[in-house]
């Protein structure tokens, strides 16, 4: 197991004012944008994605094979929105206490003092997720879904803001333990990263290595920013015809055969809600039919599984088969 | 075997499908208990035993050895069991043997859907016994969970919900059902096959001789004879109600039997009697002969009057037999008997005289020279001996029994005193014989029909007068007046009436809420035999050719078509409205219009394509200048999907979406 302090709030360069207007919301989101963009390189769609992922207030799950970047995403985005930040490497023997913290004795006063664990960050990067036991990814679930832990009994508020970013590999990998319906389904979006394509690759040979980048990243958002943002989220509207097509979606995936089961509502409430971060990234007061399609399959791909599929996690042909059924007026 | 081992998850059958399919077979088995020998059920659980046991894994599936045996068995089985050769029972119980045995052995799906089939067909031979009302709703119910298992067999294994099966299957019926009524209006009644053809042992009712005793054990049954219903009312009178079947007229073993069929035809003299018309709907008797109210006027095509005015029909009536007839109760027959036919009607075999009776009756006879003063005398010595009316009479012996019940016992019911009538008459050689029928009936308040049921059986003389004919005489009416004006529970003691069945009015009476439930439940009933059961090729070909006219096949053929496509396109309309709600958004509207236009026009919109992209791809493809289509896929989403734009951009939209609409139709020219 390795734990690693990788930063803390660093002071950001640019503060946007409590009453700030749309253009400087949207000014901040398009600096956020294009400095990720600068360390991943030629995956600016993936970025948009987790981006919306975190304005949402959703914790994000990005999974591809190992050496796509997982590890790099997330640490560029905790750096870029300028929030604290602890790396959890997760393997087979970590246990919950080295996740939540643990109560040592304290000479000095002769009480236990609980020492607070590296879950207590606003962004907390679980590297490799589902390299660790049932029991350990469990300790994150309390914490993922109400922000707050409980130690011995007493509960404990976490920071705030609080967003989990997971890296996994894939589940046909060896040496994995595969997340569970219910651990998946708070993660708000899962994402892959992809091969590059040859351009942003060749560039990379030639030494735009992220890896070096990312100590240069400079925050470019501060806690304020961020909320600014994330309200901006929330006045998105929503027309009486997209909540119908949402329904439609959601209605497709309850019944018929070949849904094992069909989405929860917490699911239909993160496809809207991403929905409408996807609006805001693409400069729109209000959402359309393409931004539900945008991010119908990061939100929705891990809560489904084929009827016939025993193992899980074959939601992609799924969510094709959604697009191309569902009436969208 | 070996390629039912090797078959994959996809052949076999589904947890919840077996289980409803034993549920179904159990339902469709059950009521066939009435009517087939018991060791068919016993084995038909057994074999539902074996197969849970086959589940459970705890048994195996039976062997090729032990399948041939229990074939062969149950074949010969059947065989020692069925008492009349290859009767109708015989074959069902093969059916439903084959049935059981196909459960025990049945692997993989496509046996199961064999099984299936032979439950529906199960269930198809169960009207060949019963057609009530409440066998068609329990078979209704049967028919669900059948179909329930058949839906569960294409459910997912993932999927194990029986009720929702059983719920698909309910829809599935009912949207059957009014094609079911179409068909079952206009479907012709091919006669040979709509022939109900020999029913169970299970019809009751008057037999073809009658012992004295015989009718006293028909009143102990309270099923239903027949329904009457009047064209105008019920006559009041209840003693005017008896209902004539069979004539016995040949004493033969100190029994009466009805004799063959004399030679020519009836002879009736109606005088300017009045005439009642009416309607019976008589259950199964597996006899053939109707009743009716003497005499009669007019008859049914089907039956035919004979001299001595029994009505036959050619066949045994085997399920309800639906008929009009008129009858005029004043109107006089038979006036002049021929010689023969007065032979016949006062013939005593030797070996059944009784000769304290002869004595006795000739001795009356001298005194009172006249056939109705005998008569009258006959029945005066009734009235003032100690004569008794009960349903339980001591026993008689075989020989001679008239002389010791006139003489010694003195009660019986009522063919007790109508044989010793009929034989007094005969021994002093007036022309008399027995008639059996139904006497009275039961008023149904609640729709006006008459109920005649099985304890209402009674026999009565008949009795020739010279000049006026054949006569009706009640000896009963003299010793229990009640039985004659009343009906039979009024002239029982309390300790007979404890012998009828619980459940009838006679028993309950009619004021009880008890007895007004089963004055209801008979009204359903009627109405089920008059309009369901009842309704028979003859009665469907009247119904028809109110409504068609003449009634030509291809006439027939087209109405039914036209109905049958009316209720499947109503059906299908149903559904397509039911996964479609119309949208009430003007916006959503006009965008639909657009889109199913543009789809006749050739342009049809790509499975999970959004308003602005259909819009752009049309709108380019026409030749619409870029802008141009720039400006209407804004307006489009701004109309469609911002909730404050709405109203103001709504009336732009519809009309650009009318401009690409006519630039679509002359791209399209």
């Given at each position: 197991?390795?734990?690693?302090?990788?930063?803390?709030?660093?002071?950001?360069?640019?503060?946007?004012?409590?009453?700030?207007?749309?253009?400087?919301?949207?000014?901040?989101?398009?600096?956020?944008?294009?400095?990720?963009?600068?360390?991943?390189?030629?995956?600016?769609?993936?970025?948009?994605?987790?981006?919306?992922?975190?304005?949402?207030?959703?914790?994000?799950l990005?999974?591809?094979?190992?050496g796509?970047?997982?590890?790099?995403?997330?640490?560029?985005?905790?750096?870029?929105?300028?929030?604290?930040?602890?790396?959890?490497?997760?393997?087979?023997?970590?246990?919950?206490?080295?996740?939540?913290?643990?109560?040592?004795?304290?000479?000095?006063t002769?009480?236990?003092?609980?020492?607070?664990?590296?879950?207590?960050?606003?962004?907390?990067?679980?590297?490799?997720?589902?390299?660790?036991?049932?029991?350990?990814?469990?300790?994150?679930?309390?914490?993922?879904?109400?922000?707050?832990?409980?130690?011995?009994?007493?509960?404990?508020?976490?920071?705030?803001?609080?967003?989990?970013?997971?890296?996994?590999?894939?589940?046909?990998?060896?040496?994995?333990?595969?997340?569970?319906?219910?651990?998946?389904?708070?993660?708000?979006?899962?994402?892959?990263?992809?091969?590059?394509?040859?351009?942003?690759?060749?560039?990379l040979?030639?030494g735009?290595?992220?890896?070096?980048?990312?100590?240069?990243?400079?925050?470019?958002?501060?806690?304020?920013?961020?909320?600014?943002?994330?309200?901006?989220?929330?006045?998105?509207?929503?027309?009486?015809?997209?909540?119908?097509?949402?329904?439609?979606?959601?209605?497709?995936?309850?019944?018929?055969?070949?849904?094992?089961?069909?989405?929860?509502?917490?699911?239909?409430?993160?496809?809207?809600?991403?929905?409408?971060?996807?609006?805001?990234?693409?400069d729109?007061?209000?959402?359309?039919?393409?931004?539900?399609?945008?991010?119908?399959?990061?939100?929705?791909?891990?809560?489904l599984?084929?009827?016939?599929?025993?193992?899980?996690?074959g939601?992609?042909?799924?969510?094709?088969?959604?697009?191309?059924?569902?009436?969208?007026? | 075997?070996?390629?039912?081992?090797?078959?994959?998850?996809?052949s076999?059958i589904?947890?919840?499908?077996?289980?409803?399919?034993m549920?179904?077979?159990?339902?469709?088995?059950?009521?066939?208990?009435?009517?087939?020998?018991?060791?068919?059920?016993?084995?038909?659980?057994?074999?539902?035993?074996?197969?849970?046991?086959?589940?459970?894994?705890?048994?195996d599936?039976?062997?090729?050895?032990?399948?041939?045996?229990?074939?062969?068995?149950?074949?010969?089985?059947?065989?020692?069991?069925?008492?009349n050769?290859?009767?109708?029972?015989?074959?069902?119980?093969?059916?439903?043997?084959?049935?059981?045995?196909?459960?025990?052995?049945?692997?993989?799906?496509?046996?199961?859907?064999?099984?299936?089939?032979?439950?529906?067909?199960?269930?198809?031979?169960?009207?060949?016994?019963?057609q009530?009302?409440?066998?068609?709703?329990?078979?209704?119910?049967?028919?669900?969970?059948?179909?329930?298992?058949?839906?569960?067999?294409?459910?997912?294994?993932?999927?194990?919900?029986p009720?929702?099966?059983?719920?698909?299957?309910?829809?599935?019926?009912?949207?059957?059902?009014?094609?079911?009524?179409?068909?079952?209006?206009?479907?012709?009644?091919?006669?040979?096959?709509?022939?109900?053809?020999?029913?169970?042992?299970?019809?009751?009712?008057?037999?073809?001789?009658?012992?004295?005793?015989?009718?006293?054990?028909?009143?102990?049954?309270?099923?239903?004879?027949?329904?009457?219903?009047?064209?105008?009312g019920?006559?009041?009178l209840?003693?005017?109600?008896?209902?004539?079947?069979?004539?016995?007229?040949?004493?033969?073993?100190?029994r009466?039997?009805?004799?063959?069929?004399?030679?020519g035809?009836?002879?009736?003299?109606?005088?300017?009697?009045?005439?009642?018309?009416?309607?019976?709907?008589?259950?199964?008797?597996?006899?053939?002969?109707?009743?009716?109210?003497?005499?009669?006027?007019?008859?049914?095509?089907?039956?035919?009057?004979?001299?001595?005015?029994?009505?036959?029909?050619?066949?045994?009536i085997?399920?309800?037999?639906?008929?009009?007839?008129?009858?005029?109760?004043?109107?006089?027959?038979?006036?002049?008997?021929?010689?023969?036919?007065?032979?016949?009607?006062?013939?005593?075999?030797?070996?059944?005289?009784?000769?304290?009776?002869?004595?006795?009756?000739?001795?009356?006879?001298?005194?009172?020279?006249?056939?109705?003063?005998?008569?009258?005398?006959?029945?005066?010595?009734?009235?003032?001996?100690?004569?008794?009316?009960?349903?339980?009479?001591?026993?008689l012996?075989?020989?001679?029994?008239?002389?010791?019940?006139?003489?010694?016992?003195?009660?019986?019911?009522?063919?007790h005193?109508?044989?010793?009538?009929?034989?007094?008459?005969?021994?002093?050689?007036?022309?008399?014989?027995?008639?059996?029928?139904?006497?009275?009936?039961?008023?149904?308040?609640?729709?006006?029909?008459?109920?005649?049921?099985?304890?209402?059986?009674?026999?009565?003389?008949?009795?020739?007068?010279?000049?006026?004919?054949?006569?009706?005489?009640?000896?009963?009416?003299?010793?229990?007046?009640?039985?004659?004006?009343?009906?039979?529970?009024?002239?029982?003691?309390?300790?007979?009436?404890?012998?009828?069945?619980?459940?009838?009015?006679?028993?309950?009476?009619?004021?009880?809420?008890?007895?007004?439930m089963?004055?209801?439940?008979?009204?359903?009933?009627?109405?089920w035999?008059?309009?369901?059961?009842?309704?028979?090729?003859?009665?469907?070909?009247?119904?028809?050719?109110?409504?068609?006219?003449?009634?030509?096949?291809a006439?027939?053929?087209?109405?039914?078509?036209?109905?049958?496509?009316?209720?499947?396109?109503?059906?299908?309309?149903?559904?397509?409205?039911?996964?479609?709600?119309?949208?009430?958004?003007?916006?959503?509207?006009?965008?639909?219009?657009?889109?199913?236009?543009?789809?006749?026009?050739?342009?049809?919109?790509?499975?999970?394509?959004?308003?602005?992209?259909?819009?752009?791809?049309v709108?380019?493809?026409?030749?619409?200048?870029?802008?141009?289509?720039?400006?209407?896929?804004?307006?489009?989403?701004?109309?469609?999907?911002?909730?404050?734009?709405r109203?103001k951009?709504?009336?732009?939209?519809?009309?650009?979406l009318?401009?690409?609409?006519?630039?679509?139709?002359?791209?399209?020219?």
């Open positions: 197991m390795q734990l690693s302090k990788a930063g803390s709030p660093a002071s950001p360069n640019y503060t946007i004012t409590p009453e700030a207007s749309r253009t400087q919301v949207m000014d901040a989101i398009s600096r956020v944008r294009s400095s990720l963009d600068g360390v991943l390189l030629g995956k600016s769609g993936q970025v948009q994605l987790a981006l919306a992922c975190l304005f949402a207030r959703g914790h994000l990005i999974e591809d094979l190992p796509m970047g997982k590890t790099l995403l997330s640490q560029a985005l905790a750096r870029v929105l300028g929030l604290s930040y602890n790396r959890v490497q997760f393997t087979s023997d970590v246990l919950p206490s080295d996740i939540i913290g643990t109560s040592i004795f304290d000479r000095e002769g009480t236990l003092k609980f020492m607070r664990g590296p879950l207590f960050a606003q962004v907390v990067l679980a590297d490799e997720i589902n390299r660790a036991t049932p029991k350990s990814q469990s300790a994150l679930l309390e914490a993922m879904e109400e922000r707050q832990v409980s130690v011995e009994g007493q509960p404990l508020e976490l920071p705030e803001p609080f967003f989990v970013i997971a890296t996994q590999n894939p589940v046909t990998q060896s040496g994995t333990f595969p997340l569970p319906e219910s651990q998946l389904d708070r993660f708000l979006m899962r994402i892959a990263l992809g091969y590059p394509d040859p351009d942003a690759e060749r560039e040979l030639r735009g290595d992220g890896r070096r980048k990312l100590a240069d990243l400079e925050p470019q958002l501060d806690l304020n920013g961020l909320k600014q943002v994330q309200s901006a989220v929330d006045a998105v509207k929503v027309a009486d015809p997209l909540i119908d097509y949402v329904q439609r979606l959601v209605g497709y995936t309850r019944q018929g055969g070949e849904f094992a089961y069909g989405l929860s509502p917490r699911g239909t409430l993160a496809l809207l809600q991403a929905a409408r971060a996807w609006a805001l990234l693409q729109r007061r209000h959402v359309v039919p393409e931004d539900v399609q945008a991010v119908l399959g990061p939100v929705v791909e891990h809560r599984r084929e009827s016939a599929d025993f193992s899980g996690h939601g992609g042909a799924l969510v094709q088969k959604l697009l191309s059924n569902v009436d969208v007026v | 075997m070996a390629a039912e081992d090797r078959a994959g998850i996809g076999q589904p947890r919840n499908a077996l289980a409803l399919l549920v179904a077979q159990a339902a469709v088995v059950l009521p066939h208990a009435m009517q087939l020998s018991p060791w068919i059920i016993i084995v038909c659980f057994v074999c539902g035993c074996w197969r849970t046991l086959v589940y459970q894994g705890r048994w599936f039976p062997s090729r050895i032990i399948k041939a045996a229990l074939v062969v068995s149950g074949s010969i089985g059947v065989i020692l069991s069925s008492s050769g290859f009767s109708l029972e015989a074959f069902v119980s093969l059916l439903v043997l084959a049935f059981a045995f196909k459960l025990v052995e049945m692997k993989s799906r496509r046996d199961a859907y064999v099984v299936i089939f032979l439950a529906y067909f199960v269930v198809a031979t169960e009207f060949l016994f019963e009530g009302l409440f066998v068609a709703l329990y078979e209704f119910l049967a028919v669900i969970i059948v179909t329930a298992a058949m839906v569960g067999l294409n459910q997912m294994h993932t999927r194990v919900r009720m929702a099966s059983v719920r698909l299957a309910t829809s599935l019926l009912l949207q059957a059902l009014p094609l079911t009524v179409v068909l079952f209006l206009f479907f012709p009644r091919v006669m040979p096959l709509w022939n109900v053809p020999v029913p169970g042992n299970n019809a009751i009712g008057l037999q073809e001789e009658v012992s004295p005793g015989d009718l006293a054990e028909l009143t102990q049954s309270d099923s239903v004879a027949f329904r009457v219903v009047f064209d105008d019920t006559p009041v209840y003693k005017q109600l008896y209902w004539r079947g069979v004539v016995y007229n040949v004493l033969e073993d100190g009466w039997k009805a004799g063959d069929v004399p030679p035809q009836p002879r009736i003299r109606m005088g300017a009697s009045r005439q009642l018309g009416y309607e019976v709907l008589l259950e199964p008797t597996a006899q053939n002969w109707l009743y009716g109210l003497a005499v009669p006027a007019q008859l049914d095509a089907r039956a035919k009057l004979t001299p001595d005015l029994r009505m036959l029909t050619r066949d045994p085997l399920s309800v037999f639906r008929y009009r007839m008129a009858s005029a109760p004043g109107a006089d027959f038979g006036v002049r008997l021929t010689e023969p036919e007065a032979q016949h009607e006062t013939y005593i075999p030797e070996d059944s005289r009784n000769p304290r009776m002869d004595g006795y009756a000739r001795k009356l006879y001298l005194s009172n020279p006249d056939t109705e003063r005998f008569a009258e005398a006959l029945l005066s010595r009734i009235r003032s001996q100690p004569y008794h009316y009960t349903l339980n009479p001591p026993a012996p075989r020989s001679g029994y008239i002389d010791s019940f006139w003489f010694d016992t003195q009660s019986g019911f009522c063919s005193y109508a044989s010793a009538f009929v034989y007094a008459m005969r021994s002093v050689g007036i022309p008399a014989r027995m008639v059996g029928g139904y006497l009275g009936g039961e008023l149904n308040p609640l729709s006006g029909h008459l109920v005649v049921r099985q304890y209402d059986a009674h026999a009565w003389a008949e009795v020739w007068v010279k000049g006026k004919g054949w006569r009706r005489y009640d000896p009963t009416g003299a010793v229990a007046p009640e039985r004659v004006e009343q009906g039979l529970a009024a002239a029982l003691s309390s300790q007979d009436r404890q012998s009828l069945s619980a459940l009838t009015n006679a028993r309950m009476g009619d004021t009880s809420m008890l007895g007004r089963l004055y209801m439940f008979d009204s359903v009933e009627h109405n035999n008059m309009f369901v059961v009842g309704f028979d090729g003859g009665v469907q070909e009247k119904f028809l050719s109110r409504w068609l006219g003449e009634l030509t096949p006439r027939v053929g087209l109405v039914m078509l036209a109905l049958g496509a009316l209720c499947l396109a109503l059906t299908a309309l149903l559904l397509f409205f039911r996964r479609r709600p119309k949208s009430r958004d003007p916006v959503v509207r006009a965008y639909r219009r657009f889109v199913a236009r543009a789809s006749r026009l050739g342009f049809a919109q790509e499975p999970g394509e959004t308003p602005g992209a259909f819009v752009a791809r709108g380019e493809s026409v030749g619409v200048e870029p802008d141009q289509v720039q400006a209407l896929t804004t307006s489009l989403e701004e109309a469609l999907y911002n909730p404050e734009a109203p951009t709504a009336h732009e939209l519809s009309r650009g009318r401009r690409l609409s006519v630039r679509l139709t002359f791209a399209a020219h």
